[in-house]
């Protein structure tokens, strides 16, 4: 996998850290972190352009503002250290035993490919549905709050496809 996972993981803890010392995040910031953990996991099936350029944006509007939240709250130093931590993370070669966590899921469907979509605001588990209908794949709530949506490749593609529709920003 790339190092779009570990940075997330950086700029998620990154975020608690700040709460915790008081900053106020504000709700766009923290729905981006989270749609982009959403188009992470849709990498994984299939690594379309849109989906990639949509987690570029996205991480990297989180990042340019936590960053200089970080300096604020925390000082140069901190902010420094932080910054460090997402070089490494964007640099860090994945470990099999992470590769391997994501592989071996109890309750995926075999011979079929498949996709992990994490409900939220912006990705309403009826949006997601309706999405699924559409493009003639099943989708089943798992306990864990993701939509299960798995089917036949190219229609699942399709379906990643649709979703990263509807996650652009609206340009009204």
Do not use: C
Not at 101 to 120: D, K, M, N, T
Not at 148 to 168: D, M, T
Request: overall charge negative; hydrophobic content about 40%.
């Amino acid at each position: 996998m790339s190092s779009y996972e570990p940075r997330w993981k950086v700029l998620s803890d990154l975020l608690v850290e700040l709460r915790s010392k008081g900053a106020e995040i504000p709700p766009e910031v923290v729905r981006d972190l989270r749609l982009s953990r959403s188009l992470i996991e849709a990498m994984k099936v299939s690594p379309h352009e849109s989906v990639v350029a949509r987690l570029d944006e996205l991480l990297f509007n989180v990042e340019a503002y936590l960053l200089a939240e970080t300096e604020e709250v925390l000082g140069p130093e901190g902010a420094r250290e932080w910054s460090r931590r997402l070089e490494e993370a964007m640099t860090a070669q994945p470990t099999e035993a992470r590769e391997a966590e994501v592989r071996f899921r109890p309750g995926l469907p075999r011979g079929e490919h498949w996709v992990r979509v994490r409900i939220s605001e912006e990705l309403p588990r009826d949006l997601l549905e309706q999405l699924a209908t559409e493009e003639g794949v099943k989708a089943n709530l798992q306990p864990d709050g993701y939509l299960l949506v798995s089917g036949e490749r190219e229609k699942v593609r399709s379906f990643i496809r649709r979703l990263a529709e509807h996650a652009k920003p609206s340009s009204s």
